[in-house]
Each structure stands twice: as C-alpha cells, then as structure tokens.
Nanobody, 125 residues
Framework: QVQLVESGGGLVQAGGSLRLSCAASGRTFTNSYMGWFRQAPEKEREFVAAISWSGGRTYYVDSVKGRFTISRDNAKNTVYLQMNSLKPEDTAVYYC??????????????????WGQGTQVTVSS
C-alpha cells in the first residue's frame, strides 16, 4: 500500500502563502495521479488540484486557478501545493490522495485509493 503524510499547514493572514507537502512511501510506483482535496466544517470534500505522476500534467478547481500550484518531485516521492493569495474561504483541512489508475475522473474523491491524515489550513481576515 501507499502511505501519505501531509505537512505545511498552519495559520496565515489573508493574502499570505503556504506550501503543503505530501510525502509518499510504499508502492509509490503504482500511483497514476496524486491530488489535493479539502474539507471545510459542515461542507463536502472538495477537489482542489491533481497532477499525473509520470507526465506532470496539472488540473485545478476554478476557485484556485492562478493562486495555487501543484507540483511533484518523483525522485523524492513528494507532491507539493503552493498556495498564494490565500483567502478566508480557503480555510479547510487539506488532504493528499493517490490514485492507482488513470481511468476515471481525477477530480472525484471516490476514485482515489489512498489518503493522508490531513493538515489544517486556517486563513484569517
């Protein structure tokens, strides 16, 4: 199996930046996509960004385009989410996820096979 550990969350003022990291271990070669999802209190889990493990193609939810950047370092088995121009509505627990196969929708949480514990991001106004 794949183990995922997120880090980098914290408290930041609106307009500030955070960089989240997701370190993967185990059978990382089986991953096709890695993604970031977030869940705010009393809200459904929301797709944020995804990246293909081999080619590095990226995808974003419209609300973060131009502000967030997903990247990966295959040698380190690590995926990053650079978050700039943060807004209070970005406040959520952010989860890293891994998808084994390319089939299915990269933005659907149901298609991901492994999940991290989550890291809290709080943006104050």
């Amino acid at each position: 199996q794949v183990q995922l550990v997120e880090s980098g969350g914290g408290l930041v003022q609106a307009g500030g930046s955070l960089r989240l990291s997701c370190a993967a271990s185990g059978r990382t070669f089986t991953n096709s996509y890695m993604g970031w999802f977030r869940q705010a209190p009393e809200k459904e889990r929301e797709f944020v960004a995804a990246i293909s493990w081999s080619g590095g193609r990226t995808y974003y939810v419209d609300s973060v385009k131009g502000r967030f950047t997903i990247s990966r370092d295959n040698a380190k088995n690590t995926v990053y989410l650079q978050m700039n121009s943060l807004k209070p509505e970005d406040t959520a627990v952010y989860y890293c996820a891994a998808k084994r196969v390319y089939s299915g929708d990269y933005s659907s949480a149901n298609g991901y096979n492994y999940w991290g514990q989550g890291t809290q991001v709080t943006v104050s106004s």
